[in-house]
């Protein structure tokens, strides 16, 4: 890339971080009504856990928002033509990290009280291969119809993001950055791993 697009280019990184720090989860829940969203339920600020409390609307509104994260600022770098080695994909991937990082470790509250990473990762996935996100949001639908759980779906979609990813756009670089994100969505969802192997996770 040009000295114009590099520099854009680290500019629209950190706005994936700052914008994917935005907790829209908390934002929402603390505009419109007296739930401490960090507090209650799960404690997490995801749509899930805003849908339970706060009801169906302020989770559509916070899953838009999420999504949002991961769109908007891989999208902007197809604006500015940005590549790597000719790659658009390979540009975009570490957008999309540096959003879903953002919402994992939020610059806004010292790095803590992150999300998940679903929708942020969905979103950027959405803007970086639309047909991964296709295929990807098939097995979501798929394995959330099968075992009646969120949780379950959102694990069963990050597995196969990477490999959906490396199919769809044979870059190396993407599947391995999908893959981190991947791992991390794993790792944040320990506790729901743990419960649904106790048969306690809570179903639809």
Same mark, same amino acid.
């Given at each position: 890339? +040009?000295?114009y697009?590099t520099t854009?280019?680290?500019a629209?990184?950190?706005?994936?971080?700052?914008?994917?720090?935005v907790?829209?989860?908390?934002?929402?829940? =603390?505009l419109?009504t007296d %739930?401490?969203i960090l507090? +209650?339920?799960s404690? &997490?600020?995801?749509a899930? &856990? !805003?849908?339970?409390l @706060?009801g169906n609307?302020?989770g559509?509104?916070?899953l838009l928002?999420?999504?949002?994260k991961?769109?908007?600022?891989?999208y902007? !770098?197809?604006?500015i033509?940005?590549?790597?080695?000719g790659?658009?994909v390979?540009?975009q991937?570490?957008?999309a990290?540096?959003a879903?990082?953002?919402? $994992?470790?939020?610059?806004?509250?010292?790095l803590r &009280?992150g999300?998940?990473?679903?929708?942020?990762? @969905?979103g950027?996935?959405?803007?970086?291969?639309?047909? @991964?996100?296709g295929?990807t949001?098939a097995v979501?639908? $798929?394995a959330?119809?099968?075992s009646r =759980?969120?949780?379950?779906?959102? $694990?069963a979609?990050a597995?196969?993001?990477p490999?959906a990813?490396w !199919?769809?756009t044979r870059s190396?670089?993407?599947?391995i950055?999908t893959?981190?994100?991947a791992?991390?969505?794993? %790792?944040?969802?320990?506790d &729901? %791993?743990?419960r649904?192997?106790?048969?306690? +996770?809570?179903?639809?």
């Open positions: 890339m +040009e000295f697009h854009v280019y680290y629209i990184l950190l706005f994936a971080y700052l914008f994917g720090s907790s829209w989860g908390l934002v929402l829940t =603390r419109f %739930i401490d507090r +209650e339920g404690g &997490n600020v995801g899930t &856990n !805003v849908r339970r @706060a609307r302020l559509v509104l916070t928002g999420d999504l949002l991961g769109v908007l600022p891989v902007c !770098v197809a604006l033509g940005g590549s790597i080695e790659s658009l390979a540009a991937a570490p957008v990290l540096a879903f990082g953002g919402h $994992l470790f939020p610059a806004y509250t010292r &009280n999300g998940k990473g679903v929708a942020t990762a @969905a950027g996935l959405l803007a970086l291969s639309p047909v @991964a996100f295929v949001l979501f639908c $798929l959330v119809w099968h =759980r969120i949780s379950v779906g959102s $694990l979609a597995g196969i993001m490999v990813v !199919v769809t190396g670089w993407a599947a950055l893959l981190v994100m791992i991390l969505i794993f %790792i944040r969802h320990k &729901n %791993i743990r649904i192997r106790a048969g306690t +996770e809570p179903r639809i």
